[in-house]
């Protein structure tokens, strides 16, 4: 064959191709609201009816025979019938894919985590691994919600709880003295005074944690000592200590210092040092750490608790948690405890763009609570 003849017939399957692939687009178009199997179809065909068409009009300008024509219109169009087949086969699996895939973003809200297709093209397993694991997040920080909405709830219950107890010890105590029945005065006056100081604690956290939760707590960072700092609650909590055969160590690297508000501080070093004393039994040691690290200054307070599970774990800083046995009469220099105090930690920590974590210790007698704050 001539080149010259060669270079026709290029052009004219080149222009009979255009202009079935312009139409094949323009049922694309038409067919775009449609399921995806018709658009599957058209595509399936275009390039068939193309061939059909640049060989017609080959055939026309006689560079095929009208015979050969015939039998390649025959075998394209079976090959077509197949095609359209193939299509509508694969429109009918995406088709499905897509169902699935339409289930799950129905399930989205539903509490039961629905599995990820592990089927279909790796788009459509992207978009349904992506689905998972947003509805995962969404009900974990659902179940973090409810948690604390009953947290919520367990706090007021428990704080009339033990705002009552106390009040209507006082108001017996009172009555006494007024009647004159009180047989040691002097002990009654000892006692309301203890109460009153123990409500009074409890009514500073609570106002405390409201302030965390309005976001309105207002630090004063200076540059603090955190040796000196540490000294001063332990010099503190020295005495509690002793009353219950706790021996209080550690060691806090020389020279730390670090921009922090020092009542703020001062009180999640307390915090977390009473917490450790009233749960290590007696002869036990607590020890309060520090040291810098990459990222700042750690702080840890060890204890020997015997250990937390997990779900003390998920919830000791929840408003108003307090495991088992915590929520028992005060005790003296002790508190008698509202389950305020590591939420207030944790508020105080985070208004320091700090992190507070707890872990058990190795070997499980006892577990570690550890602040990192930014140096
Ligand atoms: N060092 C610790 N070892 C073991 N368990 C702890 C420790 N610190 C806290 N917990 C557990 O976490 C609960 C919540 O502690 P949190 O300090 O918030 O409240 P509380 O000590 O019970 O009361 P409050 O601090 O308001 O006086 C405690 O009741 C206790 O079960
Ligand atoms: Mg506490």
């Not at 297709?117 to 920080?141: F, K, M, N, V």
């Not at 009339?160 to 007024?178: F, K």
């Not at 670090?258 to 915090?271: E, F, K, M, Q, Y």
């Not at 405890?337 to 930690?345: C, D, H, S, T, W």
């Amino acid at each position: 064959m001539k080149s010259h003849d060669l270079l026709v017939i290029v052009g004219v399957a080149a222009f009979a191709a255009l202009v079935v692939g312009a139409v094949g687009l323009a049922l694309v178009w038409l067919v775009r609201r449609r399921s995806f199997r018709w658009q599957l179809a058209v595509v399936a065909i275009v390039p068939l009816a193309g061939a059909i068409a640049g060989a017609t009009a080959v055939a026309r300008m006689m560079f095929l025979s009208h015979h050969d024509l015939l039998v390649m219109t025959v075998v394209t169009s079976v090959s077509a019938v197949v095609a359209i087949g193939v299509a509508l086969v694969v429109g009918m699996a995406t088709a499905r894919w897509s169902e699935a895939l339409r289930a799950q973003v129905r399930g989205f809200g539903e509490p039961a985590p629905l599995p990820a297709a592990g089927r279909g093209p790796s788009e459509i397993r992207d978009l349904s691994d992506e689905l998972a694991s947003t509805q995962h997040d969404l009900q974990q920080a659902r179940a973090r919600e409810r948690r604390l909405e009953e947290s919520r709830r367990e706090l007021v219950s428990w704080v009339s709880h033990d705002l009552r107890t106390p009040l209507s010890g006082l108001r017996a105590m009172t009555e006494a003295l007024e009647d004159g029945l009180a047989t040691d005065p002097q002990r009654y006056h000892r006692q309301i005074r203890a109460e009153v100081d123990r409500m009074s604690e409890m009514v500073d956290d609570l106002f405390e944690l409201s302030r965390i939760h309005a976001g309105v707590l207002r630090l004063a960072p200076e540059p603090v000592l955190l040796g000196d700092l540490v000294s001063d609650v332990v010099a503190g909590a020295d005495a509690v200590a002793r009353a219950r055969r706790v021996r209080l160590g550690g060691r806090v690297e020389d020279g730390i210092e670090l921009l922090a508000d020092p009542t703020g501080l001062s009180r999640v070093v307390s915090n977390l040092l009473i917490n450790a004393i009233r749960h290590t039994p007696a002869d036990g040691v607590v020890e309060v750490a520090g040291r810098t690290v990459d990222d700042g200054v750690e702080l840890s307070v060890t204890d020997g608790c015997g250990g937390l599970g997990p779900e003390e774990m998920a919830r000791v800083f929840d408003v108003a948690w307090q495991g088992g046995a915590a929520r028992t009469p005060g005790e003296a220099g002790l508190g008698g405890g509202a389950g305020l105090g590591l939420a207030i930690v944790k508020g105080i920590v985070e208004a320091h763009r700090g992190r507070v974590w707890v872990e058990n210790r190795d070997g499980g007698n006892g577990c570690r609570f550890l602040v990192t704050l930014p140096a």
